[in-house]
Every structure is written in structure tokens, then in C-alpha cells.
């Protein structure tokens, strides 16, 4: 059974940042597509960036937040990383840590096989 459980939410002022962490257990997860999702209040849960395997490593964003949003992973630590930078307000939402094998479209949701619980970022005005 592979858990993942993000850390690194919280609250910050417009153009602040903050990195969130998903540790990843159970099994070892570096050829995993690794993919962050969010949901904001009301809106359904969307995109942000993934990372695939493939012989070598390729990341993707959603166009909402390329150029201010970065992955990253540790596999020495069985860790995945997103650095937010420039955050907007519009990015407020509960972030989500997914995991799935190889070859899946990465931002599709249902393709995904294990989720973490989330973590709370709010960026205030």
C-alpha cells in the first residue's frame, strides 16, 4: 500500500512563497508519475504539475502556474517537492500529492492511483 501525506501549507501574502513536501511510503516511487493537483472552494480539482519517468525525468505545469511554480524530488528521501513562488490569491485551494504508474496522461485525475490527504495553502491580498 503506497501512502502519500503532503506538509507545507499555510498562510502568506500575495507574491510570498511557500514549498510543499509529499513524502511517499510503501513502495519505491522513482519511476512514478508524480503529479500535484488542487482544489479550490467551489471549483473542481485541477492540474498544477506532474513529472514523469521515461529514461529521463520530464515535468509538466498547468499554463496557470508555469514560470512561478516548480517540481522537484528527492528519491533519497522518497519525497516530491512543489516550490511556489509568485503566489496570487487565485491560488488559494487545498493542494493534493497523487501518484500513478507509468504512461498515464498526467492530468488526469482518474488515472491516478493513490492521493494524499492534502494540505491547505491560503494566499491573502
Known amino acids: 500500500q503506497v501512502q502519500l501525506v503532503e506538509s507545507g501549507g499555510g498562510l502568506v501574502q500575495a507574491a510570498g512563497s511557500l514549498r510543499l513536501s509529499c513524502a511517499v511510503s510503501g513502495r519505491t516511487f522513482n519511476r512514478y508519475t508524480m503529479g500535484w493537483f488542487r482544489q479550490a472552494p467551489g471549483k473542481e480539482r485541477e492540474f498544477v504539475s506532474a513529472?514523469?519517468?521515461?529514461?529521463?525525468?520530464?515535468?509538466y505545469y498547468a499554463d496557470s502556474v508555469q514560470g512561478r511554480f516548480t517540481f522537484s524530488r528527492d528519491n533519497a528521501r522518497n519525497t516530491v517537492y512543489l516550490q511556489m513562488n509568485s503566489l496570487k490569491p487565485e491560488d488559494t485551494a487545498v493542494y493534493y500529492c497523487?501518484?500513478?504508474?507509468?504512461?498515464?496522461?498526467?492530468?488526469?485525475?482518474?488515472?491516478?492511483?493513490?492521493w494524499g490527504q492534502g494540505t491547505q495553502v491560503t494566499v491573502s491580498s
Open positions: 497523487a501518484a500513478g504508474p507509468f504512461g498515464i496522461t498526467v492530468t488526469s485525475l482518474g488515472e491516478y492511483d493513490y
Open positions: 513529472q514523469t519517468w521515461s529514461g529521463i525525468y520530464r515535468t
